[in-house]
């Protein structure tokens, strides 16, 4: 409307005059919080509900089974959700079944069991591409939950609700917000019994996004476009020249003919995202130095920003099965040429 603000404004206030059908930021939300989960329902082609971060979204899907419950997990699953599914199991609320991310038969399998399927496609940090055609299409237990962490994909990778999730989750801090300056989370479901579930669930916990934070999560999503472009286009490069480098022992990106990931990926995912992981030779010591050295790609935990970032991942509390010389990628948007120049200096100066 002419004179109206071009850009959703923050709504910062916790309370508001009466009576209204807001009343309440924690339970209703904030104008912008609901213009964030507008746009995510539109990405996703569902429902969305707008959390105050990633692992607040995957507690609210997670805790929601009755005691008794059995949860099918990843077997190395997002450290983060390992420690939800440890704490849960350790206070006897539901058993967990471990499963490899890219054995389908198995996840098919447990679908007539399980009463949630929690997978992460890619993988993080293994970047496994799990087969979620076939997974969420097999025949069910009534009741189970399909549920998808497809963060590292985006909505412009993988759509999972079109594919027959029931809910999927997004770390909304990383690509989705792309300027490491947010926390945020988000769930997206067509099922509306399931919606009003969680948006109870999270009115309980109080892990509702506060203004500001929506704020900037609606700014960064409306260039994940742009920004998922360039660098998913860096990643490409930098993967086929990771993979030929001698001192690089094995690389992890679907988007390499010689992944066994590609050909699934290929099958249903739109791209193959900016996420990577590769494995140096020599020893984890080695790997730590490698993230060190680099000067334009930050050594830093976290991923999805515009700034290209890296880590060991088994130097990680509860990381501890992945491959000792692994090192996370999060591929941004700087120049690819100014990337690689900097990737191969410090493989050159840690050579053993």
Not at 93 to 117: C, K, P, Y
Not at 248 to 272: C, K, Q, T, W
Not at 321 to 331: A, E, G, W, Y
Request: with cysteine; proline share 5%.
């Amino acid at each position: 409307m002419p004179g109206e603000p071009l850009n959703v404004p923050p709504a910062l206030a916790s309370n508001f005059y009466l009576p209204s059908d807001r009343v309440y930021s924690r339970s209703e939300g904030t104008e912008t919080a609901v213009a964030f989960e507008t746009l995510m329902a539109g990405l996703e082609g569902g429902k969305a509900l707008a959390f105050a971060s990633g692992m607040a979204a995957a507690a609210a899907v997670l805790h929601r089974v009755p005691v008794g419950s059995v949860v099918a997990v990843p077997e190395d699953p997002y450290h983060g959700v390992n420690g939800l599914v440890e704490e849960a199991e350790a206070l006897g609320r539901f058993s967990a079944l471990r499963l490899d991310m890219a054995d389908t038969a198995a996840w098919q399998g447990a679908a007539l069991e399980a009463d949630v399927l929690w997978l992460e496609s890619p993988a993080n940090p293994l970047i496994t591409v799990a087969d979620l055609p076939a997974i969420c299409s097999a025949p069910r237990k009534p009741g189970t939950v399909v549920a998808v962490d497809s963060t590292f994909a985006t909505p412009l990778a993988q759509r999972p609700l079109e594919l027959g999730a029931d809910v999927v989750m997004h770390s909304a801090t990383k690509f989705i917000g792309g300027h490491s300056d947010l926390l945020a989370g988000v769930l997206a479901t067509n099922d509306m019994d399931l919606y009003d579930e969680l948006h109870h669930r999270r009115l309980l916990n109080g892990a509702t996004i506060g203004g500001l934070e929506a704020f900037l999560a609606i700014r960064g999503a409306r260039t994940l476009a742009l920004r998922m472009e360039r660098s998913q286009e860096n990643a490409q490069i930098l993967a086929e020249r990771l993979s030929t480098h001698p001192e690089i022992a094995r690389v992890r990106y679907p988007g390499l003919l010689a992944d066994e990931n590609h050909a699934v990926a290929m099958s249903f995912m739109d791209s193959f995202g900016a996420m990577m992981s590769f494995e140096t030779t020599g020893s984890g010591e080695r790997a730590n130095a490698v993230c060190q050295r680099t000067e334009l790609i930050n050594h830093a935990t976290s991923l999805g920003g515009v700034e290209s970032t890296m880590e060991r991942r088994a130097s990680i509390v509860g990381q501890e099965r992945i491959p000792p010389t692994l090192i996370r990628f999060s591929v941004g948007c700087e120049n690819v040429e100014d990337l690689w120049t900097d990737l191969a200096n410090a493989l050159t100066s840690t050579r053993d």
